[in-house]
């Protein structure tokens, strides 16, 4: 713990969050339940499903356990923020307020951190803070930790609140690294539930496992992984897109004053980056997740979806952000406890 916080009690089970946050003080654990929440970085649902991930499903049920779920945000920063609302990917329900969506949704954490029937959790349980690791730590007694692996969630952004401990792993694709940090005893311990946020990226461009040889991709530039050009096409060869196209047949989608057409990857391209995202997600499938379930302890409720998808040329898009198209919203969800 990096937090003296954790070593105090007080002597009433529970208290009003916003009073106990304040005072620096949390319960004695409320629930039984670790949870862990797993963003697999920009993996797309349709990519996820392709790589038949059998080890990854098979807690839950399977392959056909893995649901396709839509993400609230299109990029990385918000979707983990509203994920830390406890708002997890949702089923886009027609024909039900939005409001009783939250409140359906919201009475299933009672299952996932197993809470004691004087705690039941409803949609009002997270207000006023809306913000479930402070929620977990001064509601419910958790320790809370995260280890992230993009620098746009790093530790002084304001995501980091109320945890433990919260890391910004040194490369952004290697989550068996987290694994060698669970092994060292950095999470769980037999004094109270933990939370764990696990964001990893080796699914996120340029799809890399560790071990790739980094000479071999095309250069990353700017906070959230713009592209610039592998193959650009020359002018006349661009081909504007209805959608995406501005008045000039061009469109500068990230801010950064590119024209599309000046570094746009062609179709084989393309497709050879979307296969390595199926790459990195049978990596993970084959290599990190089977390891990942004999560590977690018992009574361990684990959460693996993504962040957002990807775009790979749909609608003349590349990447994610800002995007406005079904598969950048797309993403895989398996939730369940594992034993
Ligand atoms: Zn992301």
Redesign the pocket.
């Known amino acids: 713990m990096t937090d003296d916080r954790s070593k105090e009690r007080v002597a009433e089970p529970a208290g009003k969050p916003g009073l106990m946050r304040m005072l620096g003080r949390r319960p004695d654990p409320q629930a039984d339940n670790h949870l862990v929440f797993i963003?697999i970085?920009?993996c797309r649902w349709d990519t996820f499903l392709e790589a038949r991930p059998e080890n990854i499903a098979r807690p839950f049920g399977g392959i056909d356990a893995i649901e396709r779920r839509i993400s609230y945000a299109p990029?990385?920063a918000p979707?983990?923020y509203n994920l830390l609302m406890g708002l997890l990917p949702h089923r886009s329900p027609k024909r039900v307020y939005a409001s009783e969506h939250y409140k359906r949704d919201f009475v299933r954490y009672n299952e996932r951190l197993g809470t004691r029937e004087s705690q039941r959790i409803d949609f009002g349980s997270l207000i006023p803070q809306m913000w479930l690791p402070s929620f977990l730590q001064y509601k419910l007694g958790y320790s809370t930790h995260a280890m992230v692996s993009?620098p746009v969630l790093n530790r002084a952004t304001p995501i980091n609140s109320d945890f433990d401990r919260y890391k910004l792993m040194d490369e952004h694709n290697d989550m068996g690294k987290m694994l060698d940090r669970i092994e060292a005893g950095e999470v769980f311990d037999d004094e109270r539930p933990s939370f764990l946020l696990m964001?990893t990226g080796e699914t996120?461009y340029p799809y890399t496992i560790p071990g790739d040889d980094p000479e071999d991709l095309p250069p990353l530039f700017g906070p959230h992984g713009i592209l610039r050009p592998v193959t650009p096409r020359s002018r006349d060869q661009a081909e504007p897109d209805p959608q995406n196209a501005g008045a000039s047949g061009t469109t500068d989608a990230d801010g950064s004053g590119e024209r599309f057409e000046e570094r746009v990857l062609d179709e084989a391209e393309m497709i050879r980056l979307r296969e390595r995202q199926v790459r990195a997600v049978r990596h993970l499938d084959k290599v990190v997740f089977p390891r990942l379930y004999d560590i977690l302890p018992r009574n361990t409720w684990v959460v693996v979806m993504?962040?957002?998808g990807e775009l790979f040329g749909e609608g003349g898009y590349f990447g994610?952000g800002p995007i406005l198209h079904d598969k950048v919203l797309e993403v895989p969800f398996l939730e369940g406890r594992l034993r």
């Open positions: 963003t970085d920009s990029w990385t979707s983990h993009l964001n996120h993504s962040d957002h994610h």
